[in-house]
């Protein structure tokens, strides 16, 4: 058999450069003509003969690099000239002919040269025929020209920057082809064309903010920012590659905001306080999306801080405004109803409802803006007016509208809504403790005297509270409204024990209410010489709660409760609604005509205090039932009382005030204690768990439990930890007296 005598390598190229030279002339366009199937399997066969002869006739090596030069010769000879010629966009359509046409011919020569790439790239590790054709091109074409490219592109940018339409396929090819030229990386695309567009971009918007601060109001510089970051973003979408977005918005935000940023937010007329006193809600929640985007610490923080300092200017000036109003006691009657400080409540959740709106509806419920709001409030939710603190203020605006909605005579709901923003201002308040107590006595002389007009709304708010602060902060009121529930029931068992036992019934009706010493108030109570009748009723009560318990101890509060008395009086009768004090105080003038001070104050075994206030209602305000010698408005010693039979009055039931008093020094010292009943507990409680801890970390921990309550005292906290010292909780370190130790 015949063996086939080898291919050399210049008789095989030959073949070889009439197909490479038909491929150039398909590409060149210069003759309309196609490869044939028996064209493209001689090509092919030569290289496999050419490739798989035996040594020294395998032209593997000579043909790869032939492959290569192929490529080189072709951009030299054709490729460079036609796009050297050429500048700005026209370089770019010639590029987008001449890289699609040099791919063409690495997938034709490649086809042609298969066979290396199974065999020869594998065992030689070498690049793939299409990554050398690649190659040559970056080396020979991009290399060169990439600049010029890159200025192309950016020329094209500006214009559409400027509002003229450009070819965006172009340059979406284009930029394509700056990726490719990576090989597998973004090297190429980052340093040869995004380095320049960012830098391009900068300087641009740069341009036109220096122009736009200084002609626009900050809601037109704004529309004109954001109209560009669109923009931009639409750039990305349609030409620039994905990975250039977050770098490219970043230099259009530093430019048109953040180095503008104090600037546009304090511009005099327009800026971010000009929008909220004017209620710019569109353009503040433009502002809140741009700034969203800029880099800490130039972003929403300055935004915050504006709104911040605004909020506490608005509610700083509802204050002074109330303070001023109540000193010169002119409020305007045609605008507010109600005391100057109750109107500031009002004002003031008014004012937190509208920037709540701004903080959820604006700026999209950030936490940064919540805490902007919640600071604010804190220093002006914490001022006095008046001499009452906010704590006594809000806790008189909730009686208010329990007792019947208040002036405004609110419905259901409308109390209901009011109620709970009025636990949302507390959540502001730093002296939580203060409300409970000035509250608590409020609404315990509210259930003492059945002056609520609605039960619910009590329990309500205190299921409000509770929710708020917890079940200790709400536990005691709690349990007055449960002593409340039990009044009814327990008089009903009084009145069946009075039918069962009709010897010991006093002849007057009586109603009793028991409360549980520890959820109430602490109320004085006083050795008062009950008249006889008022004996009998006491008697008579004790005998049937004898019958319930012999465990617990009733005390009489004289102070509280009401009396129906009626006065025989020259003209008619009167009845007449008295504390026990008066009406213990008016019954001694049945067996008397004229009583001294002296004689009424021995008879009642009351303090000279409660004397005064007692005879100063009855003789001296707007109800004389008593007259007094001398006559005068004030209370002596020295003063004598008669029985006025000459009183008259329209009305046939009066009621026959006492004299108010100021509870606000008494809660202020009930809190006082309590706190260092709270510090006590707190810094045990730590020592407890630590055994061993420094003085600073010890305050620091006791204040940051304690804050939700009340904001305590550094001075009242060393003063508890040395009584804890004297009573052996607590001890010093002997060689470091910062540090304390539990001792158990």
Request: hydrophobic share 35%; with cysteine.
């Amino acid at each position: 058999m015949a063996t086939k005598d080898p291919i050399h390598l210049d008789v095989g190229w030959g073949v070889m450069e009439k197909g490479i030279e038909k491929v150039k002339t398909i590409l060149e366009g210069t003759k309309d003509e196609q490869f044939t199937s028996q064209e493209y399997m001689v090509n092919y066969t030569t290289i496999y003969n050419m490739c798989t002869q035996r040594q020294p006739h395998d032209y593997s090596d000579q043909l790869y690099d032939k492959y290569k030069k192929t490529f080189e010769s072709y951009i030299a000879s054709d490729v460079l000239p036609s796009l050297r010629e050429k500048h700005d966009e026209f370089i770019l359509i010639e590029l987008l002919k001449r890289w699609p046409n040099h791919k063409i011919m690495i997938r034709w020569l490649s086809r042609f040269f298969h066979y290396l790439d199974r065999y020869y790239v594998a065992r030689s590790s070498v690049p793939t025929l299409n990554e050398a054709g690649l190659t040559c091109f970056k080396h020979e074409v991009y290399k060169e020209l990439n600049g010029k490219f890159t200025g192309a592109v950016l020329a094209l940018i500006h214009q559409e920057r400027e509002g003229d339409q450009i070819d965006r396929s172009l340059l979406k090819n284009v930029l394509d082809m700056f990726v490719e030229m990576g090989l597998g990386t973004m090297d190429c695309y980052e340093k040869d064309f995004e380095a320049s567009m960012l830098q391009d971009t900068a300087s641009y918007y740069s341009r036109k903010a220096s122009k736009w601060i200084l002609e626009d109001s900050c809601p037109d510089y704004m529309l004109k920012a954001e109209e560009c970051l669109k923009r931009e973003k639409d750039r990305v979408s349609h030409y620039l590659h994905s990975s250039s977005e977050t770098k490219l918005l970043k230099e259009a935000q530093r430019e048109l905001l953040t180095v503008y940023a104090t600037q546009l937010l304090e511009k005099e007329h327009s800026g971010i306080q000009a929008l909220l006193r004017e209620d710019k809600v569109e353009d503040l929640s433009r502002m809140y999306r741009l700034f969203l985007r800029v880099e800490q610490g130039f972003g929403l923080e300055p935004v915050s801080n504006v709104f911040k300092q605004y909020v506490t200017n608005e509610g700083t000036a509802l204050v002074k405004q109330a303070e001023d109003a109540a000193k010169d006691k002119k409020a305007d009657k045609r605008d507010v109803v109600g005391l100057p400080e109750q109107v500031l409540v009002r004002k003031l959740i008014e004012l937190h409802d509208k920037y709540l709106g701004y903080v959820n509806d604006c700026f999209q419920n950030h936490s940064l803006f919540h805490k902007a709001l919640k600071e604010a409030f804190e220093v002006f939710c914490n001022k006095s007016v008046a001499g009452s603190s906010s704590a006594e203020l809000l806790a008189t605006f909730c009686e208010n509208v329990l007792k019947n909605g208040g002036s405004e005579k609110l419905t259901d709901e409308a109390i209901e809504k009011t109620l709970e923003k009025v636990v949302m201002l507390l959540a502001f308040v730093s002296d939580k403790d203060l409300f409970a107590e000035f509250f608590r006595k409020k609404l315990a002389r509210r259930l003492i005297y059945d002056k609520s007009a609605d039960d619910d709304h009590v329990r309500s708010l205190l299921s409000k509270l509770k929710q708020q602060f917890g079940g200790q902060f709400t536990s005691k009121m709690e349990g007055m409204v449960t002593d409340m529930t039990l009044v009814k029931e327990n008089q009903q068992h009084f009145a069946e024990y009075l039918r069962g036992n009709p010897r010991v019934h006093p002849g007057i009706d009586l109603t009793v209410t028991v409360l549980t010493t520890g959820f109430w108030p602490t109320y004085k109570s006083s050795d008062l010489n009950l008249p006889a009748e008022m004996v009998k009723c006491v008697e008579a009560f004790k005998g049937y709660y004898q019958t319930k318990t012999k465990h617990r101890k009733l005390t009489w509060i004289n102070s509280l409760g009401n009396c129906n008395l009626m006065g025989k009086f020259d003209a008619k009768k009167i009845e007449l609604i008295l504390s026990p004090y008066q009406a213990a105080a008016l019954l001694l003038f049945n067996g008397s005509d004229r009583l001294s001070y002296e004689e009424i104050k021995a008879q009642l075994n009351l303090s000279d205090d409660d004397v005064v206030r007692t005879l100063h209602s009855l003789s001296c305000a707007k109800y004389k039932i008593l007259t007094k010698e001398p006559n005068s408005r004030t209370i002596s010693p020295t003063d004598a009382f008669q029985f006025n039979s000459k009183f008259d009055d329209k009305m046939r039931r009066i009621k026959i005030p006492n004299p108010p008093v100021d509870e606000k020094k008494k809660v202020i010292e009930d809190v006082d204690k309590d706190r260092r009943y709270s510090i006590d507990a707190s810094v045990v409680r730590i020592m407890k768990a630590r055994k061993v801890l420094g003085y600073q970390q010890l305050v620091g921990e006791c204040v940051e439990q304690l804050s939700k309550m009340f904001k305590p005292d550094v001075k009242a906290i060393k003063k508890r930890i040395e009584d804890l010292i004297t009573r052996d909780y607590l001890e010093r370190d002997k060689e470091n007296p910062n540090l304390f130790m539990y001792l158990a």
